[in-house]
Nanobody, 118 residues
Framework: QVQLVESGGGLVQPGGSLRLSCAASGNIFSINAMGWYRQAPGKQRELVAA???????NYEDSVKGRFTISRDNAKNTVYLQMNSLKPEDTAVYYC????????????WGQGTQVTVSS
């Protein structure tokens, strides 16, 4: 059984920072790409940032220069450092990973709320 457990969400003022973490556990042989998605009320889930096993990254245009994705392969963990947060960043953030367990599958975390408000 593979699980992704997220942490680090919360309430922050505009201009503030948060760091999200997502740790994968269970019967894991390998992890390919890992990423963060977000879903705001009334909107579709969108990709925020992704990172390959080799460290290549890509970002949604609105977060470029403000968010940084990284991973620790030894800990099966992916991070999202979010700086200069804006009210429009408010959403539930989900971790996603392509994991080889008994086969290759996409796994999702339970989501963590990020609220940017004064």
């Amino acid at each position: 059984q593979v699980q992704l457990v997220e942490s680090g969400g919360g309430l922050v003022q505009p201009g503030g920072s948060l760091r999200l973490s997502c740790a994968a556990s269970g019967n894991i042989f390998s992890i390919n790409a890992m990423g963060w998605y977000r879903q705001a009320p009334g909107k579709q889930r969108e990709l925020v940032a992704a990172i390959t096993s080799g460290g290549s990254t890509n970002y949604e245009d609105s977060v470029k220069g403000r968010f940084t994705i990284s991973r620790d392969n030894a800990k099966n963990t992916v991070y999202l450092q979010m700086n200069s947060l804006k009210p429009e960043d408010t959403a539930v953030y989900y971790c996603n990973a392509e994991i080889l367990s008994y086969g290759w599958e996409d796994y999702w975390g339970q989501g963590t709320q990020v609220t940017v408000s004064s």
